[in-house]
């Protein structure tokens, strides 16, 4: 009886495309849902003598889950790369690739500041 399991970069098993695009689509919607609380949550803070709101943890909490969608895609992304259509690849890429591009780019400014 064959295996359902693919050896890494062959053949990636059936349904690995969907799961891939499907994981990638909510970590960009959820990446996008933590950008109204942060809004929200920086300019209660700045306005506000108030420091506690209930905006940045939720914003925190959007974005903590969506990198763990993001790196939930990112894996059989690269385990099946040379196996998987260019679009799913890329799909399967591109939030974490946007994440660390974010992430670097907010320490060089920090750096710099």
Request: glycine fraction near 10%.
């Amino acid at each position: 009886m064959p295996s359902e399991a693919a050896s890494p970069g062959g053949a990636p098993p059936y349904g690995t495309g969907q799961r891939i695009r499907t994981r990638a689509i909510w970590a960009v919607a959820l990446f996008a849902a933590s950008l109204p609380p942060a809004f929200i949550g920086l300019g209660i803070a700045t306005a506000t003598d108030d420091q506690t709101n209930l905006a940045m943890p939720l914003a925190f909490i959007f974005w903590g889950v969506g990198l763990l969608f993001a790196l939930w895609a990112a894996i059989p992304t690269l385990r099946y790369w040379d196996g998987l259509p260019g679009q799913i690849r890329w799909l399967g890429a591109a939030p974490l690739l946007s994440v660390s591009l974010f992430l670097s780019a907010a320490m060089v400014i920090a750096l710099f500041a």
